[in-house]
């Protein structure tokens, strides 16, 4: 097997993110149907080769974008794997951890949202199926919270659906030059989401930045 060149590969992967921050550039601008890999060279001031030696198309711009968009649903469920303590201790963190990476990628979480109905179908049932792991895990931790006497829900499938719509929408309205930043945002979603479980006392639980 041939040795990789590490400094190639790098570069390589620069040049893979360039073209891609500028299709999540044009798609969210322009929108997908408008956009053009002629488009997007341009904006690179480069040439259509140079995309092709990376994508094979716009369909696979898209793919990615729409993949790093969902990328918060499977870190999140990562996430809280390695927590510890009292279910509404996990719960908070896993709200904040969650807000804070829609935010961060919040062009890519609107793009997904808006322009799913181009995506390969394959492609689609593998970022439907991130949704439904963070929902399951949410599920599953409020079945515990509800268990010990901790929250107070009637159907803790509805109430993952809840929070976790509440959570998702942030990218929505966020505005970076805003008077919240995306920490206190964070913060703040995830007393709300103490609250709606019937948690008394809620800043207790919130301590310190979330990982």
Not at 57 to 79: M, P, Q, R, S, W
Not at 116 to 132: C, F, N, R, T, V
């Amino acid at each position: 097997m041939p040795e990789v060149n590490p400094i190639k590969a790098e570069i390589d992967e620069i040049k893979r993110r360039r073209i891609l921050d500028e299709a999540v550039r044009q798609f969210f601008e322009r929108g997908y149907e408008a956009t053009s890999l002629e488009s997007i060279a341009e904006g690179l001031g480069v040439t259509k080769q140079f995309i092709y030696s990376r994508f094979r198309n716009k369909a696979e711009l898209l793919v990615h974008v729409c993949k790093a968009g969902a990328t918060a649903a499977d870190e999140t469920v990562a996430f809280s794997a390695s927590l510890e303590g009292d279910p509404a201790t996990r719960l908070a963190q896993i709200i904040r951890y969650f807000v804070q990476l829609q935010i961060e990628h919040r062009r890519e979480v609107a793009l997904y949202f808006r322009e799913a109905k181009s995506l390969p179908a394959d492609e689609s049932q593998a970022i439907d199926g991130s949704k439904q792991h963070f929902h399951r895990m949410l599920r599953t931790l409020l079945k515990e919270g509800s268990a010990s006497g901790q929250f107070e829900i009637a159907d803790p499938s509805l109430a993952a659906s809840a929070l976790g719509g509440m959570a998702s929408w942030a990218f929505t309205w966020f505005q970076p030059e805003g008077r919240w930043d995306a920490e206190s945002v964070a913060q703040e979603i995830a007393l709300l989401a103490l609250r709606t479980v019937g948690v008394r006392d809620p800043a207790t639980y919130l301590s310190g930045p979330a990982d």
